[in-house]
């Protein structure tokens, strides 16, 4: 079992920044993928950013060169930095673990909304 909990979350303005965290119940580096999903209002939940331990990192194409997946191994967080914030990116933003043969886990998720 893995506990997830996210923070960070918050309103602001077009254009502006925001940093979520991710902290885990156990340590980042035995689980396979960290990453981040978020799921706006009357939309299907999306993946945003994927972090595969000592491997590669994915985006979404919307997300490309604003947003910034990041791990902090001996606090066993994750982090997700987010500029140019535009109102399309409000949503629920939600911390994935992927653990083979134990699953995935989820975080309660974290409001963030973008004001025009």
């Known amino acids: 079992q893995v506990q997830l909990v996210e923070s960070g979350g918050g309103l602001v303005q077009s254009g502006g920044s925001l940093r979520l965290s991710c902290a885990a119940s156990?340590?980042?580096?035995?689980?396979?993928?960290m990453g981040w999903y978020r799921q706006a209002a009357g939309k299907q939940r999306e993946s945003v950013a994927l972090?595969?331990?000592?491997?590669?990192?994915t985006y979404a194409d919307s997300v490309k060169g604003r947003f910034t997946i990041s791990r902090d191994n001996a606090k066993n967080t994750v982090y997700l930095q987010m500029n140019s914030l535009k109102p399309e990116d409000t949503a629920v933003y939600y911390c994935?673990?992927?653990?083979?043969?134990?699953?995935?886990?989820w975080g309660q998720g974290t409001q963030v909304t973008v004001s025009s």
């Open positions: 994935n673990a992927l653990q083979y043969g134990s699953g995935t886990y």
């Open positions: 972090s595969v331990t000592g491997g590669s990192t």
């Open positions: 156990k340590s980042i580096s035995s689980l396979y993928r």
